[in-house]
């Protein structure tokens, strides 16, 4: 059974940062495209081959997505965060080789990690 912990949000001032975690239990993410969503959209993802990094226009040049070297988390680095940046997160992974792929489904999602930007 796969299964997908979210961690790491909070409160945080405009302009500030947080990194959001994505961690598996009992699989690898290695094996998976991984892709972040807030609200519905789709943020950020990392591909599965090739190895490529898609961002949404809303905080392209902002967030990096990435994947730790044992294969278990992937993390969503949040930078220069803005109030229209509150949201729930949430990753999901796929077998899919692209997150562009129209037809993607996706196989488990963590519970969601909840951002609030605010003064």
């Known amino acids: 059974q796969l299964q997908l912990v979210n961690s790491g949000g909070g409160l945080v001032q405009p302009g500030g940062s947080l990194r959001l975690s994505c961690t598996a239990s009992?699989?690898?993410?290695?094996?998976?495209?991984v892709a972040w969503f807030r609200q519905g959209e789709r943020v950020a993802c990392v591909n599965l081959e090739p190895a490529t990094k898609v961002y949404s226009d809303s905080i392209k040049g902002r967030f990096t997505v990435s994947r730790d070297s044992a294969g278990k988390t992937v993390y969503l680095q949040m930078t220069d965060l803005k109030p229209e940046d509150t949201a729930i997160y949430s990753c999901?992974?796929?077998?899919?080789?692209?997150?562009?792929?129209?037809?993607?489904?996706?196989?488990?999602w963590g519970q969601g990690t909840l951002v609030t930007v605010s003064s």
């Open positions: 009992g699989f690898t993410l290695t094996d998976y495209t």
């Open positions: 999901a992974v796929s077998t899919f080789l692209i997150c562009e792929n129209p037809r993607i489904q996706y196989d488990a």
